[in-house]
């Protein structure tokens, strides 16, 4: 769980750093790989908030808000 929390810490100091969702396509939709599990973070000029954290063999992450 500490590594998870970690990746949203990363995206919070650098944002770029996560790549835009593909399924999303929305710039502030980002996510980054702790294996085996996608971290999916809304980033926005405030903050970063961790929206989905989904086991990499699920397919799809349905809708986002």
């Known amino acids: 769980m500490r590594r998870i929390l970690d990746q949203g810490k990363q995206l919070?100091?650098?944002?770029?750093?996560?790549?835009?969702?593909?399924e999303?396509?929305?710039?502030?939709?980002?996510?980054?790989?702790?294996?085996?599990?996608?971290?999916i973070?809304?980033?926005?000029?405030?903050?970063?908030e961790v929206v989905f954290v989904v086991h990499a063999r699920r397919a799809g992450i349905g809708p986002m808000p």
């Not at 396509?25 to 790989?33: D, Q, Y």
């Open 12 to 22: 919070e100091a650098f944002p770029e750093s996560g790549r835009m969702v593909p």
């Open 24 to 39: 999303v396509g929305r710039k502030g939709i980002r996510e980054v790989i702790e294996a085996p599990y996608r971290v």
């Open 41 to 48: 973070c809304r980033v926005t000029t405030q903050h970063v």
